[in-house]
């Protein structure tokens, strides 16, 4: 597989790191993609960083070099992961409690996972009333595919009473980096008040919303800061390293490696077949 063949590539690239220039000579076929790739499979595999190929990728491209060494710091930080929201967040629209999805049933139905997060959700809602939802996640039922995970979740939130208009849909996405992709995209054109997000998920999966997130504004120069999170407490659940590799490389534009890690490393629940663009 692909990415077998990139963890080689990265383990032979350390080993010879004191023999190579620190910067690609022209004509060489090392590109800043590469160094990036090279930087966050290194990370997820050994879990050092790989200050040679962040070196590299700022000598080819210093913004990009710049973006991707805050990436790695916020990979590199621990995050707290919390049963509610705190109480200092801002109460009113410049914050947006962000639900990320997670499979439905085959017939189109929420599974208990799902429901669980939006009852946390719903506490968060309710502690900030003025706060935008946005609700997060594609078609993966695999005999209904007119519902999405969005879809499911909008219709649960308004029968609890929640204002339809405090809603954001965002429905094509079947990765959390595509939940990220989309959902900045939606707040860029239609909540540019947004400023601060607050990520709700399953426990095991909130490190790797931070992440994604948090990269992709950083990615965007968009401003917007992860700033909270609140997790349903999973009794089971695993996100791997080399999955989250795979999600930062999607977010960096290489749609092609990121879906051979996911093929390769995806460790929890059974989803149906992946599709690039979907």
Not at 10 to 21: E, I, M, T, Y
Not at 264 to 272: A, F, K, N, V
Request: hydrophobic share 45%.
């Amino acid at each position: 597989m692909k990415l077998k063949r990139m963890v080689w590539l990265v383990l032979l690239c350390l080993a010879a790191a004191a023999l190579l220039p620190a910067v690609a000579e022209e004509g060489q076929a090392d590109s800043a993609q590469s160094q990036i790739e090279r930087a966050v499979v290194s990370y997820a595999a050994n879990g050092v960083r790989d200050a040679q190929a962040l070196s590299a990728l700022a000598a080819l491209d210093p913004v990009l070099g710049d973006k991707w060494a805050r990436i790695m710091d916020l990979w590199e930080a621990p995050v707290t992961v919390n049963d509610a929201l705190p109480d200092h967040l801002p109460d009113d629209d410049s914050l947006c409690l962000v639900a990320l999805g997670f499979q439905l049933n085959p017939d189109g139905t929420m599974r208990e996972e799902l429901v669980e997060r939006l009852k946390v959700l719903l506490a968060a809602s309710e502690k900030y009333p003025h706060a935008v939802i946005a609700c997060t996640g594609g078609g993966t039922a695999a005999d209904d595919p007119t519902a999405t995970e969005a879809g499911r979740m909008a219709e649960w939130l308004e029968a609890q009473g929640v204002e339809p208009t405090r809603l954001i849909v965002e429905d094509h996405s079947l990765m959390t980096a595509q939940n990220a992709i989309y959902t900045f995209d939606i707040l860029a054109e239609s909540h540019p008040q947004v400023r601060q997000l607050a990520i709700i998920s399953s426990d095991y999966h909130i490190a790797t919303g931070v992440l994604l997130f948090g990269a992709e504004a950083i990615l965007r120069e968009s401003g917007i800061e992860v700033v909270s999170n609140a997790a349903w407490q999973a009794p089971s659940g695993t996100l791997s390293a080399m999955f989250q590799a795979g999600a930062l490389i999607e977010l960096s534009g290489d749609v092609e490696t990121a879906f051979e890690i996911y093929y390769d490393t995806y460790d929890i629940h059974e989803l149906p077949p992946l599709h690039e663009g979907d």
